[in-house]
């Protein structure tokens, strides 16, 4: 995979930073952090899904990349199923988890957690309709006085989602799997959900009466976090996330991890 570089990522690289330091005293420095607990959205293939043969676990890309990560740094790191993605990040607030394997940045997050500077995919997050319904978009107006539907604590990016809370009648849901029978079914006008993941929940259903809109809503970078509240947080570990996803990155590996992690 080519090197990834946000279109905003200058104009955030400092709030990046800040967010390190705004990050809390930790009240347990004295535990010996001999290994790191990821997880992340268990509904989100080709980038992570529920393992086949361990529920307690996640597969995909970005499973992977914590493998390749966790030789970088010299520690080991577990994939974990946490949940639901509202509650993984829930479990992130608390310290149950020290890392986010793939999220997107907003102000919200950088609260409790710090992003790994540089971003390690480029995702589209598309509108989904109905093929015997479907309306013409081509910019968020478009969307303006339908009835949408998407997943629950999902972000889109900062101004889609501001743009969203105020012009935009969205109901949320609990799963990608509800959310796309219920298009299926004529319960919503449009979905609004990641192209690469929307498309294999498609195919995994055997929906076929939708389809994506060839305009995105939004193109936003994925991220790897550090977790304010995890015990194995300090300015070193973060420093040498940062040095050891920027290596991965320029060495191009990630582009094989997702290919081979499309089935």
């Known amino acids: 995979m080519t090197r990834l570089r ?10 990046l930073a800040a967010s390190l330091l ?3 005293a930790l009240a347990q420095t004295h535990r010996a952090c ?17 393992g ?26 577990v994939m974990r199923n946490a949940g639901p993605w509202a509650r993984v990040q829930e479990a992130a607030k608390a310290g149950r988890i020290d890392l986010i394997a793939g999220a997107f940045y907003t102000l919200p997050r950088r609260l409790y957690m710090s992003y790994i500077q540089t971003p390690f995919y480029q995702t589209r997050s598309a509108v989904w309709t109905r093929e015997n319904k479907a309306l013409s978009y ?7 006085g339908r009835n949408g539907i998407t997943v629950v604590n999902n972000s889109f990016g900062e101004e889609f989602d501001r743009f969203a809370e105020q012009r935009l009648t969205m109901q949320t849901v609990g799963s990608v799997e509800n959310a796309m029978r ?17 498309q294999a929940y498609a195919n995994k259903l055997g929906i076929r009466n939708i389809r994506v809109a060839s305009t995105p809503v939004s193109r936003e970078p994925l991220y790897l ?20 996803m920027k290596k991965l990155v ?14």
């Open 34 to 50: 001999t290994q790191l607990i990821a997880s992340g959205n268990p509904e989100y293939p080709p980038f992570l899904w529920v």
């Open 6 to 15: 946000s279109p905003c990522f200058a104009r955030s690289a400092w709030l």
């Open 138 to 144: 081509t910019k968020w107006a478009d969307l303006v």
């Open 22 to 24: 705004a990050a809390p």
């Open 225 to 244: 976090t550090l977790t304010h509240q995890s015990p194995c947080f300090s300015p070193q570990l973060y420093d040498k996330l940062n040095k050891a």
């Open 182 to 198: 219920m298009l299926s079914m004529g319960r919503a006008d449009y979905l609004i959900y990641e192209e690469a993941p929307g």
């Open 52 to 77: 086949h043969d361990d529920e307690r676990t996640l597969q995909g890309a970005n499973a992977e990349l914590m493998q390749l990560l966790s030789r970088e740094i010299g520690i080991p790191i």
């Open 250 to 263: 320029d060495r191009a590996l990630l582009h094989k991890s997702v290919l081979t992690s499309v089935r």
